[in-house]
C-alpha cells in the first residue's frame, strides 16, 4: 500500500532561515513524488515534482530512495512562502490517482 | 483558457440524503479525479474518470458513484449520507491517464452533513 508521512503538522521558521519540509513514502514499486502548495485563499497547486529536477520559487527537493524520502528545502526563507505544504506519491504512469500527506503549515515570521 | 471551476462551493445536507457535486475540467483536459479532504488532512483519492469510463477507484464505499460526460466535466455523487462524508470535494483534471505531469484542482465543494 502506498504511504506519505508528513512528521510536522507546523512549521515556523524566521525570514531568511533555512527550511525543510519532511516526506517520507512507502511504495512498493517506481514512485512519483511531488510537492503541492497551497496559499491562503488560493487552490491547490502543484510546487514540483521530482522528474522534473528543477528549483522552482527556490525551493528543491531531491528523492532518496535509500531513505524513502522527498524533503523540500529552501536555502532562505521568504515570508511569501508561508502556506500549507502537501506531499505526494503516484505510480509512474499516472498522477491523477495520488496519495497525499497531511500537510506542513510553514509560517515564516518576519 | 478556464481552469478547473466547481459547484457548489458549500452546500448541507442530512444524513441519509443524497447529494451531486460537479466539477468542469481545465480546457483541453479528458481526465479527471476527485478526492475528499477531512478537516487536518490531506486529499485522499476516490476515484478517476477517463473518457466517461472509471478508470480506478480508492478505498471509498460504492455509495460514491461518478459520471463523465462527452465534454468531460464529471459529477460525483454521494447516496445515504452520513456524517463522516462532511469534508472539502476536490476535483482534479489533467491532460490524459497516462500523464504524470501537472494535477489542476478546482477549489473544492465543502460539504457538512448534519
Given at each position: 500500500a502506498q504511504r506519505v508521512t508528513q512528521p510536522e503538522k507546523l512549521l515556523s521558521v524566521f525570514k531568511g532561515a533555512p527550511v525543510e519540509l519532511k516526506c517520507n513514502y512507502s511504495y512498493s514499486g517506481s514512485p512519483e513524488l511531488f510537492w503541492y502548495v497551497q496559499y491562503s485563499r488560493q487552490r491547490l497547486q502543484l510546487?514540483?515534482?521530482?522528474?522534473?529536477?528543477e528549483s522552482i520559487k527556490g525551493f528543491t527537493a531531491d528523492l532518496n530512495k535509500g531513505e524513502t524520502s522527498f524533503h523540500l528545502k529552501k536555502p532562505f526563507a521568504q515570508e511569501e512562502d508561508s502556506a500549507m505544504y502537501y506531499c505526494a506519491l503516484s505510480s509512474n504512469t499516472n498522477a491523477g490517482k495520488s496519495t497525499f500527506g497531511d500537510g506542513t503549515t510553514l509560517t515564516v515570521k518576519p | 483558457e478556464t481552469g478547473v471551476t466547481q459547484s457548489p462551493t458549500h452546500l448541507i445536507k442530512t444524513r441519509g440524503q443524497q447529494v451531486t457535486l460537479r466539477c468542469s475540467s481545465q480546457s483541453g483536459h479528458n481526465t479527471v479525479s476527485w478526492y475528499q479532504q477531512a478537516l487536518g488532512q490531506g486529499p485522499q483519492f476516490i476515484f478517476q474518470y477517463y473518457r466517461e469510463e472509471e478508470n480506478g477507484r480508492g478505498?471509498?464505499?460504492?455509495?460514491f458513484s461518478g459520471l463523465q460526460f462527452p465534454n468531460y466535466s464529471s459529477e460525483l455523487n454521494v447516496n445515504?449520507?452520513?456524517?463522516?462524508?462532511s469534508a472539502l470535494y476536490l476535483c482534479a483534471s489533467s491532460w490524459?491517464?497516462?500523464?504524470t505531469g501537472e494535477l489542476f484542482f478546482g477549489e473544492g465543494s465543502r460539504l457538512t452533513v448534519l
Open positions: 510546487l514540483l515534482r521530482h522528474i522534473s529536477r | 478505498n471509498f464505499p460504492p455509495r445515504a449520507l452520513e456524517l463522516d462524508d490524459d491517464q497516462l500523464s
